[in-house]
C-alpha cells in the first residue's frame, strides 16, 4: 500500500486548506484512513480518521466543527478539509491507514504517506 498526501501551503489565520491523500495497493474494504499531524517539538498527535466501508468519522477535540474528512471512493482518495485554520494547526500532516479498523493511536496504523506541510500565519 502506497500513500501520497498532497495539499499543504501557507495560509492566514482563519483561512482554509484541502489536503488530500491517495490510496495506491492491496488495500482491502474495512480499513481505516486518518490524519495525524506533528508540530516541530510535539509528538505526532490523532487529527481525524474515516472508517472507509461506512464514512464514520472521528476527529480530534481541537478541530471538531473547524475540519471535515471525506472520502472518495473512485478515486482511493480521502480529503481534509481544514477551515478556521489557527496558527496552533501549523505541523507536517501525514495521511495513514490502518488495514484493522478505527483507532485514534499512531501505531495502529501500518501505512504512512510521506507528509505535507501546512503553516498557519497569525
Known amino acids: 500500500v502506497q500513500l501520497q498526501a498532497s495539499g499543504g501551503g501557507l495560509v492566514q489565520a482563519g483561512g482554509s486548506l484541502r489536503l488530500s491523500c491517495a490510496a495506491s495497493g492491496r488495500t482491502g474494504t474495512s480499513f481505516v484512513m486518518g490524519w495525524f499531524r506533528q508540530a516541530p517539538g510535539k509528538e505526532r498527535e490523532f487529527v481525524a480518521a474515516i472508517r472507509w466501508r461506512s464514512a464514520d468519522t472521528n476527529y480530534a477535540d481541537s478541530v471538531k466543527g473547524r475540519f471535515t474528512m471525506s472520502r472518495d471512493n473512485a478515486k482511493n482518495t480521502v480529503f481534509l478539509q481544514m477551515n478556521s485554520l489557527k496558527p496552533e494547526d501549523t505541523a507536517v500532516y501525514y495521511c495513514?491507514?490502518?488495514?484493522?479498523?478505527?483507532?485514534?493511536?499512531?501505531?495502529?496504523?501500518?501505512?504512512w504517506g510521506q507528509g505535507t506541510l501546512v503553516t498557519v500565519s497569525s
Open positions: 495513514a491507514l490502518n488495514p484493522d479498523g478505527m483507532s485514534m493511536v499512531a501505531s495502529r496504523f501500518r501505512y
